[in-house]
């Protein structure tokens, strides 16, 4: 990641937050023990375990109702979504194509 980031001439020397909604995970990744109900435990959290320990990657805990994320990937009420959407700065203005307008209720007027 590190390497990553030095050539998008982004600062690599401060670990990369990544923000989770589901604290067993975080405890998890940030413990370096193995419990026994983690046996099954696929690589990627060995890897993200790997990095939490070399300082690379930080994880912290945000509820559910701020992942921002949720809002480009999951069927939210409509409250919840345009919350979420204010929160990334993108607005719900009607997109103008030529002289056709698509307003947020997905239909073309013109």
Do not use: C
């Not at 990657?57 to 009420?77: F, G, I, M, R």
């Amino acid at each position: 990641m590190k390497r990553l980031f030095t050539d998008l001439g982004m600062d690599a020397t401060t670990p990369v937050v990544l923000s989770v909604d589901n604290q067993s995970a975080i405890k998890q990744a940030e413990s370096p023990i193995d419990h026994e109900m983690s046996r099954h435990v696929d690589l990627r959290s060995h890897f993200l375990r790997e990095q939490v320990r070399l300082n690379n990657l930080e994880l912290k805990y945000v509820p559910s109702t701020e992942q921002w994320a949720d809002s480009l990937t999951k069927n939210l009420p409509t409250a919840t979504f345009n919350y979420l959407r204010s929160k990334l700065g993108v607005s719900a203005s009607p997109l103008q194509i030529g002289n056709l307008t698509l307003r947020s209720e997905l239909r073309w007027e013109g």
